[in-house]
């Protein structure tokens, strides 16, 4: 079976700029959670999605968002990028929302804000 | 929130050493997972371990969930074991949001 899935794997845009990235989680997953990766830390949370709602929004501004589709790949979009936004972005999947919920990653998209 | 730190943040070994990397983290939780993150920045699972013990191979993972700690032991290590190792845990009201610690470097040396 598939693992999780994302696509671009790196992609270059200069400050001001719009960006999507994409998730496609594993097969029979319905949550897809977002984190985003700056060099030498620790992956941070930016939303969860589970049947399609929100459940869960991170400390990140109004410039982030995401929606999930009906069938649970998802988006991130970016507006207005600053160099700050330069990171990696993790989605993960997993079968539930919440609770005893072991969740996957995909490999990544490496985003670079010139 | 809950805070999650983990010790060493570095470690070097010789290859076939053991070693011991340790998350504490200050509340508790109903998951914990322990990650492999490799070079190219992939997120490996290792272990889904809210309590108790488990073993894959060369590796295990213990978490006593009353005392809010969790270890993972690496055995014989080898080259390939080198990377970053990140527990992480979610509480039940979050949302499936998992809170990551600063992880622990490990380079393995030939």
């Known amino acids: 079976d598939a693992g999780v899935t994302q696509s671009p794997t790196h992609l270059i845009k200069t400050r001001g700029q719009h960006v999507t990235l994409r998730c496609s989680p594993i097969?029979?997953?319905?949550?897809v959670s977002w984190y985003q990766q700056v060099l030498g830390q620790g992956p941070q949370f930016i939303f969860q999605?589970?049947?399609?709602?929100?459940?869960g929004r991170g400390n990140f501004p109004d410039r982030f968002s995401a929606r999930q589709f009906p069938n649970y790949s998802s988006e991130l979009n970016v507006n207005a990028l600053l160099l700050g936004d330069s990171a990696l972005y993790l989605c993960?999947?997993?079968?539930?929302?919440?609770?005893?919920?072991?969740?996957?990653f995909g490999p990544g998209t490496r985003l670079t804000v010139l | 929130g809950i805070q999650v730190e983990q010790s060493p943040p570095d470690l070097i070994l010789q290859e076939g050493a053991n070693s011991t990397l340790r998350c504490n983290f200050s509340?508790?939780?109903?998951?914990l997972q322990w990650f492999h993150q490799n070079p190219w920045g992939q997120l490996i699972n290792l272990f889904y371990?809210?309590?108790g013990t488990k073993q894959n191979g060369r590796l295990s993972a213990t978490t006593v969930a009353t005392e809010r700690y969790s270890l993972l032991y690496i055995s014989s290590s080898q080259t390939t074991d080198s990377g970053v190792y990140f527990c992480?845990?979610?509480?039940?009201?979050?949302?499936?949001?998992?809170?990551f610690g600063q992880g622990t470097e490990l380079s393995v040396k030939p």
């Open positions: 992480a845990v979610e509480q039940g009201n979050q949302g499936g949001k998992l809170i």
């Open positions: 993960a999947s997993s079968y539930r929302g919440q609770g005893n919920n072991e969740q996957f």
């Open positions: 371990i809210p309590s």
């Open positions: 509340d508790s939780v109903n998951n």
């Open positions: 999605y589970y049947e399609k709602e929100e459940r």
């Open positions: 097969s029979g997953h319905k949550s």
